[in-house]
């Protein structure tokens, strides 16, 4: 992580900081244009560590948005634990997200809003079906999730 770190402050990122070996990353930059960053972020990546991923970014004001967002939160005998968000890279076409048909275990829900993926999974997410190279298929977009606790330890490191 120090070295993805280097990496990212080589562009002009400022404050940069990993939290825990995940590949999340939270930063500083003058830009506003996420399009740009992502690429730019993904191209040094490539070049750096000779491996491609997809950069996926968002806002402090968006995790924030993300954070209190969260359908399932106030449900009942919702165990945070087995909350997750899956973040998308573009929001999914109407159509798609309609057409999705995702054969859910038993209790699990999703929700689509925007660019998130909100997720509960009572059984573990390890045993959901509900996992990224799904999303990325049936909504045509790359997507990573993260745990509750990371989700919101990602907004708190924002601040």
Same mark, same amino acid.
Request: glycine share 4%.
């Given at each position: 992580?120090? %070295? ?5 402050? #080589?562009?002009?990122? !400022?404050?940069?900081? /990993?939290?825990?070996? @995940?590949?999340? $990353? =939270? ?5 506003? %244009? ?5 690429? #730019?972020?993904?191209? !040094?990546?490539?070049? /750096?560590?000779?491996? @491609?991923?997809? $950069? =996926? ?16 939160? !106030? ?9 997750? $968000? ?74």
């Amino acid at each position: 992580m120090a %070295d993805l770190v280097k990496t990212l402050e #080589s562009l002009g990122f !400022k404050n940069v900081k /990993t939290y825990l070996q @995940s590949g999340n $990353v =939270i930063f500083e930059y003058d830009s506003n %244009d996420i399009a740009e960053i992502e690429g #730019s972020i993904e191209r !040094k990546i490539s070049e /750096t560590f000779s491996f @491609s991923v997809d $950069v =996926i970014i968002r806002t402090k004001d968006e995790l924030e948005n993300i954070v209190k967002g969260n359908p399932f939160i !106030k449900e009942l005998d919702i165990e945070l634990d087995k909350l997750h $968000v899956t973040f998308l890279s573009d929001i999914p076409d109407q159509k798609a997200v309609l057409d999705l048909d995702v054969n859910t275990a038993e209790n699990e829900k999703f929700e689509i809003i925007g660019r998130e993926v909100y997720l509960y999974c009572p059984n573990g997410y390890a045993r959901t079906k509900l996992k990224n190279d799904m999303f990325e298929k049936k909504l045509n977009t790359a997507a990573t999730t993260r745990n509750w606790k990371t989700t919101n330890k990602l907004l708190e490191l924002s601040s």
